[in-house]
């Protein structure tokens, strides 16, 4: 596809368990970026990849929240243990590269993840 | 971290109205990106400015690195305009891409 994607569009868990939140970027992108929106709220960053490897992953809020991106390409976002308060829509966003002005963001629709 | 704040949090305006929208940062920034979300959730990217004065349509933006803000203009508003317009900058000193809380803009027919 032209764009990215993130699937599902919608999950909806019990506290307590563990989802898992894919996101296919832009083909030809090597850089990769999960975020986190509350509503109301401005996307909080959580995790930039460049390439396979996590280059910044000090947005994560703990060690619930683990993302792997194991062939540079597809990135999957995993949620241990669950809480309410991990209730938001998240959002996966893709570039060209990471300098070289080439940092232009394309976002996916988002995941909107419902914690019960 | 790197503070931005974006201005004014909330606008409403007749359709034709122009607007100015604000983004002040607090560091020195590699890159700084306009966004526009639409009532539906979807963010597109309307500007890569870290500097300089760009132009699309009846959009234009300005930053002026030195003194740490940016400028989104919106001209001849259309209803299609509405929604939030985020400003999200780079900073020199990692690689987070810090958003502001944003702009909600509400264009009246």
């Known amino acids: 596809g032209a764009g990215v994607s993130q699937t599902p569009s919608n999950k909806v868990t019990e506290k307590g368990k563990y989802v898992e939140l894919r996101c296919d970027p832009i083909?030809?992108?090597?850089?990769l970026y999960w975020y986190r929106q509350s509503l109301g709220q401005g996307p909080e960053f959580l995790i930039y990849f460049q390439g396979t490897g996590a280059a910044d992953d000090s947005g994560l809020p703990n060690d619930r929240f683990f993302a792997v991106r194991p062939e540079g390409s597809v990135s999957t976002l995993k949620i241990q243990r669950t809480e309410r308060g991990d209730s938001a829509v998240y959002l996966c966003a893709s570039s060209l590269a990471s300098g070289g002005g080439q940092e232009t963001q394309y976002f996916g629709p988002g995941t909107r993840l419902l914690v019960l | 971290g790197i503070q931005v704040e974006q201005s004014p949090p909330d606008l409403i305006l007749q359709e034709g109205a122009n607007s100015t929208l604000r983004c002040n940062f607090s560091?020195?920034?590699?890159?700084l990106q306009w966004f526009h979300q639409n009532p539906w959730g979807q963010l597109i990217n309307l500007f890569y400015i870290p500097s300089g004065t760009k132009q699309n349509g009846r959009l234009s933006a300005t930053t002026v690195a030195t003194e740490r803000y940016s400028l989104l203009y919106i001209s001849s508003s259309q209803t299609t305009d509405s929604g939030v317009y985020f400003c999200a900058v780079e900073g020199v000193r990692d690689d987070k891409i810090i958003f502001g809380k944003g702009t909600r803009l509400h264009i009246l027919p």
């Open positions: 083909s030809g992108h090597t850089a």
């Open positions: 560091d020195s920034v590699n890159n």
